[in-house]
């Protein structure tokens, strides 16, 4: 019971850090130091991937309709602009999905650690504030205001900026906020975008742990480890539905100037938690 209530709160970490600008794997990383969990390192790593499944159900969820390219209710024009927004995540994606599937060990091995993703965090948090106060001093206007709007040409380049999330403590969101806005993609679209390239590459990076997980385990887990994986990945859908309606009601209002000065400060708690607890 104890570690379900565990994967419980886990769930609720998951579900608000994959969606904010923030790093999920930051928090982890905090969370881990006062809660752990009895299980497994190879359970473990692939137990933090696979309750992004639920995180990714929100967003089939809360969008469903508009990303249906088979929608009755859609005109002929709509659903090829919805084909046309599917082929472009794809093309987003697959910077991403290449080099994960490449590096995946490595980075695991030499960057999973306090130091590279507290780096992370406080490097992305200060971009986060550069461009922000950079835009409002300029007065500029972003050319593109839907994710529909994005050509195939500024999903590859906000593809390429996603690459940049492997490095842990970077946050997929924020790398792909960050490039969008830098190619002139509003802060609602960059959001909203960056929402619907999560599909295809958290599907792929779960999948691609479950496999590594049979390989060497074999296809065997325990009851209380089946429930702590259902528990967490159920709480993490229900907290993103919040979290993402949160963001985007809050983009609508505010800058993301906010989620960098608190990634500066989760970094250095991130340090400060690596120096005490090593």
Request: glycine content about 8%.
């Amino acid at each position: 019971m104890i570690d379900i209530l565990k994967a419980f709160f886990i769930g609720i970490v998951q579900g608000i850090t994959e969606w904010l600008p923030v790093s999920s794997t930051g928090h982890m990383i905090i969370f881990d130091e006062f809660v752990k969990m009895n299980m497994s390192d190879a359970f473990k790593e692939l137990f933090l991937v696979v309750i992004q499944l639920g995180s990714i159900l929100a967003v089939l969820t809360l969008y469903f309709g508009r990303l249906n390219p088979f929608s009755g209710k859609k005109s002929s024009a709509e659903k090829k602009s919805t084909w046309s927004l599917w082929k472009k995540i794809i093309v987003a994606a697959i910077p991403a999905g290449v080099f994960g599937v490449c590096l995946d060990d490595i980075l695991d091995k030499y960057l999973y650690n306090h130091v590279v993703v507290a780096l992370m965090l406080i490097i992305y948090g200060i971009a986060f504030i550069v461009i922000e106060r950079r835009h409002n001093s300029q007065n500029k206007k972003y050319k593109i205001v839907s994710a529909e709007d994005i050509d195939y040409k500024t999903a590859l380049k906000i593809g390429a900026f996603q690459t940049l999330s492997l490095i842990p403590g970077t946050s997929r969101s924020g790398s792909t906020i960050i490039g969008s806005m830098c190619v002139g993609v509003s802060r609602t679209a960059a959001a909203e975008f960056s929402f619907f390239l999560a599909i295809p590459v958290m599907l792929g990076a779960s999948l691609l742990k479950i496999l590594k997980y049979i390989v060497k385990t074999g296809f065997s887990f325990s009851g209380v480890e089946l429930m702590t994986l259902g528990v967490a990945t159920v709480t993490a859908f229900i907290v993103s539905v919040v979290a993402i309606k949160f963001l985007m009601s809050f983009v609508r209002r505010h800058s993301f100037e906010s989620f960098g000065w608190y990634r500066i400060v989760l970094g250095v708690l991130v340090l400060g938690s690596y120096f005490i607890f090593r």
